[in-house]
């Protein structure tokens, strides 16, 4: 039984900062695990995306210096630390972990976590 549970949403004020937590837990080792999000009208984008081997990373364009991804593989958690946040980053965050490949950040083949509210004001 796979189980992601993310923490960490809440409301900031803009250029404000949070820290999203994910816990990874299942029956085989995850291969990597991603951040996406969904905001009201729009469709589910990927934020950013880490490998569990190896650590590479991938930011979206509209994130790449202000979002840090990482990792804690011994206990199997995902971190998303969001700088300089802005109006536009206001959504419900999701993470996702992906069990057979590498590849998280097109949001195939993966599992879901239940989301997290990020407000920003």
């Not at 990927?46 to 509209?62: C, E, L, P, R």
């Amino acid at each position: 039984h796979v189980q992601l549970v993310e923490s960490g949403g809440g409301s900031v004020q803009a250029e404000g900062s949070l820290r999203l937590s994910c816990a990874a837990s299942g029956y085989f080792s995850k291969r990597c695990m991603a951040w996406f999000r969904q905001a009201p009208g729009k469709e589910r984008e990927g934020v950013a995306a880490i490998v569990t081997g190896g650590g590479n990373t991938y930011y979206a364009g509209s994130v790449d210096g202000r979002f840090t991804i990482s990792q804690d593989n011994a206990k199997n958690t995902v971190y998303l630390q969001m700088n300089s946040l802005k109006l536009e980053d206001s959504a419900m965050y999701y993470c996702a972990a992906n069990f057979f490949s590498d590849d998280c950040q097109s949001g195939l083949d993966v599992y879901w976590g239940q989301g997290t509210q990020v407000t920003v004001s």
